[in-house]
């Protein structure tokens, strides 16, 4: 089946720096990927669709210039929060969809990346 | 939009048994799918088994099968002869074929965490 890892796994950074967080598909050309949080024992929440190519398109509530998303390549999305928090702990999550492929409703996940903001 | 409920926060179940998990969904939608997807504790989600909503034969995957009521937008997941590797989070989520205007097609539910006993 088809791969996407993320990096890092887990990543911690002071208050007031930015963090960049990677989302690679390994075997197939992602040209929709999501970025997802997740809060402690609770859902999937989006944050974001980004487009290979064209300007994310972020979910009401997320704020665009903190969560900045690049999909440069058919291959890799990234993730930056930007003068990160301490509220802004979360473990992210991203999935990619495969349009080129035979189940263009299929979302792979990423394995997530845990960060904490001290 | 769409939402998904999943009205079971916690279940448990002993190994060996069957159980079954509800979910329910608001949608003027016809057209979409259903998905049912476990996360484990080392969070990766992993898709359990999917529907096509013009599809009326319920989806079976081995263990795991499911009783789509499309007209009581009712889904809800079997998993027979429970094992202990099923303790998870299981989350069931929903997808419109194509992006809506705010970017959001996928939607989860809340989530019903199972544990399976031995």
């Known amino acids: 089946g088809a791969v996407v890892s993320q990096h890092p796994s887990r990543v911690i950074c002071k208050s007031g720096t930015s963090v960049k967080i990677e989302c690679r598909s390994l075997?197939?050309?992602?040209?929709?990927m999501f970025w997802y949080r997740q809060f402690p024992k609770k859902s999937l929440m989006l944050m974001a669709t980004?487009?290979?190519?064209?300007?994310?398109?972020?979910e009401q509530g997320v704020e665009k210039d903190k969560f900045l998303i690049n999909h440069a390549s058919l291959t890799l999305s990234t993730l930056t929060v930007t003068s990160a928090h301490p509220e802004d702990s979360s473990f992210y999550i991203c999935?990619?969809?495969?349009f080129g492929g035979g189940t263009p409703y299929e979302q792979y996940f990423g394995p997530g990346t845990r960060l904490t903001v001290t | 939009a769409q939402t998904v409920t999943q009205s079971q926060p916690e279940m448990s179940v002993q190994e060996a048994e069957t159980v079954t998990l509800s979910c329910t969904y608001d949608?003027?939608?016809?057209?979409?799918?259903l998905f049912w997807y476990k996360q484990p504790p080392s969070r990766q989600m992993i898709l359990v088994i999917r529907?096509?909503?013009?599809?009326?034969q319920n989806a079976t995957e081995n263990r795991f099968s499911v009783n789509f009521q499309k007209a009581a937008k009712s889904f809800s997941l079997k998993i027979s002869d429970s094992q202990l590797g099923d303790t998870a989070m299981y989350f069931c989520?929903?997808?419109?074929?194509?992006?809506?205007?705010?970017?959001?097609?996928?939607?989860f539910g809340p989530g019903t965490r199972l544990s399976v006993l031995p």
């Open positions: 949608t003027s939608e016809n057209n979409y799918y």
């Open positions: 980004s487009n290979e190519g064209s300007k994310a398109t972020y």
């Open positions: 989520a929903f997808m419109k074929p194509v992006l809506d205007n705010y970017g959001q097609n996928f939607v």
């Open positions: 529907q096509e909503a013009y599809k009326q």
């Open positions: 075997d197939f050309q992602a040209t929709t």
């Open positions: 999935s990619a969809r495969d």
